[in-house]
């Protein structure tokens, strides 16, 4: 689908920002770290949980447990996928029991994939609480489900598409909006 009036919204430099400001309110939240575990959703969930035990390594000297979800299999849109869905690894290999899981995500839009990795997680036990932490919530819930931290709120229309671009995968930093036509 063609687009238009693509706008960047975050730079390399408001992203690091955004996940410094993030780190810090996790830990005024969890002012115990050692109950504090960081999950990320695959695939930019994944790169940016990877920041924030970084960030929080570098703030407090302790280096929380990371563990990483796939949620493939959990979507419920996946009966209407043209294609057979690739499944990646689910890495967490740390006891979630007493443990503050803060979840990350890119972007949070309908819910749809928090509620999918809701299920997915809740097969790993019971941990004392899930946060939730996104990079960017651009608003349009269809589920009742918010951001616990997040780094940008940015209002969209449904016509709009939020294209995370990280330097892991990408090798370009930054958040873009894109119109489609």
């Known amino acids: 689908?063609?687009?238009?009036?693509?706008?960047?919204?975050?730079?390399?430099?408001?992203?690091?920002?955004a996940l410094t400001r993030i780190s810090h309110e996790i830990i005024e939240h969890n002012t115990d770290t050692s109950e504090i575990a960081i999950v990320g959703i695959r695939t930019r969930g994944e790169y940016l949980a990877n920041r924030l035990v970084?960030?929080?390594?570098?703030?407090?000297?302790?280096?929380?447990?990371?563990g990483l979800l796939d949620i493939t299999l959990y979507r419920d849109d996946l009966m209407h996928?043209?294609?057979?869905?690739?499944?990646?690894?689910?890495k967490i290999d740390f006891d979630i029991s007493k443990k503050n899981i803060i979840l990350v995500d890119d972007v949070l839009y309908t819910?749809?994939?928090?509620?999918?990795?809701?299920?997915?997680?809740?097969?790993?036990?019971?941990?004392?609480?899930?946060?939730l932490a996104v990079l960017v919530d651009r608003g349009h819930r269809e589920l009742p489900i918010r951001a616990d931290y997040v780094g940008?709120?940015?209002?969209?229309?449904?016509?709009?598409?939020?294209?995370?671009?990280l330097d892991e995968i990408d090798k370009q930093e930054q958040v873009l909006v894109q119109e489609q036509r």
């Not at 929080?56 to 302790?62: A, C, L, Q």
């Not at 996928?81 to 689910?90: D, G, K, N």
């Not at 990795?117 to 941990?127: E, H, T």
């Open 111 to 131: 819910g749809r994939t928090i509620r999918a990795a809701l299920d997915a997680f809740i097969d790993f036990g019971r941990p004392k609480s899930i946060q």
């Open 152 to 165: 940008k709120n940015i209002p969209t229309s449904q016509k709009e598409t939020v294209i995370v671009k």
């Open 54 to 66: 970084a960030i929080i390594e570098n703030m407090k000297g302790v280096k929380l447990p990371l």
């Open 1 to 17: 689908m063609p687009f238009k009036n693509i706008r960047e919204i975050m730079n390399g430099q408001s992203i690091e920002n």
């Open 81 to 90: 996928a043209h294609s057979q869905p690739v499944v990646h690894e689910t």
